[in-house]
């Protein structure tokens, strides 16, 4: 069972809520909600900046503890768009062209073999994060039990109807 949080959104009006737009530079992309079709309310957005900071300090591992075969959370940012994943770490050592670096190698999940599977990170200081957990999610609700901008989604249990009495505050 997987368990999420999804904050308050609203159909993007620049789109129309279907994520593209016929005259975008981007390959029809729309650029006010990068192609979702929905934003973050002004509400939504207080929400995901609180939940941004807690889940940051409560995941973050500093560099010099990692270790080979920890799962991590990473992201790619390109123009285009950033691609959220988690990947596993295989070599962690000192970076043997910039003195006082890291460098960390893992594992990208693909579905091309072959294709990026082994990435390079390099980093000075500063702290690599773990993926999210159900208890971290539960920890901002106990943390922010009046803010009604969120609600949590628990994606049911093989049998289970989908019913979540749970799912407060909405």
């Known amino acids: 069972m997987t368990t999420k949080l999804i904050f308050a959104s609203e159909i993007c009006h620049r789109?129309?809520?279907?994520g593209r737009m016929p005259f975008s530079v981007c390959h029809g992309i729309c650029f006010k909600c990068s192609?979702?079709?929905?934003?973050?309310?002004?509400?939504?957005?207080?929400?995901s900046a609180k939940w941004s900071a807690l889940r940051d300090t409560r995941t973050a591992i500093p560099i010099e503890q990692v270790t080979p075969g920890m799962r991590l959370r990473h992201e790619l940012w390109s123009p285009s768009g950033s691609l959220r994943y988690t990947a596993t770490v295989l070599e962690v050592g000192p970076d043997p062209l910039n003195e006082g670096f890291t460098k960390v190698t893992f594992s990208v999940p693909t579905s091309r073999p072959g294709w990026g599977e082994r990435c390079h990170l390099i980093q000075k200081g500063g702290a690599l994060y773990r993926p999210v957990t159900a208890e971290d999610i539960e920890a901002f609700a106990e943390a922010y039990p009046r803010l009604k901008s969120y609600h949590i989604a628990?994606?049911?249990?093989?049998?289970?109807?989908?019913?979540?009495?749970?799912?407060t505050p909405v």
Not at 15 to 18: A, D, E, L, P, V
Not at 35 to 47: D, F, H, V, W, Y
Not at 154 to 167: E, S, W
Request: glycine residues 22%; proline residues 6%.
């Open 154 to 167: 628990r994606d049911p249990a093989p049998g289970n109807l989908g019913v979540d009495t749970k799912a």
């Open 35 to 47: 192609g979702r079709g929905t934003e973050l309310t002004r509400s939504g957005k207080s929400a």
């Open 15 to 18: 789109c129309g809520g279907t």
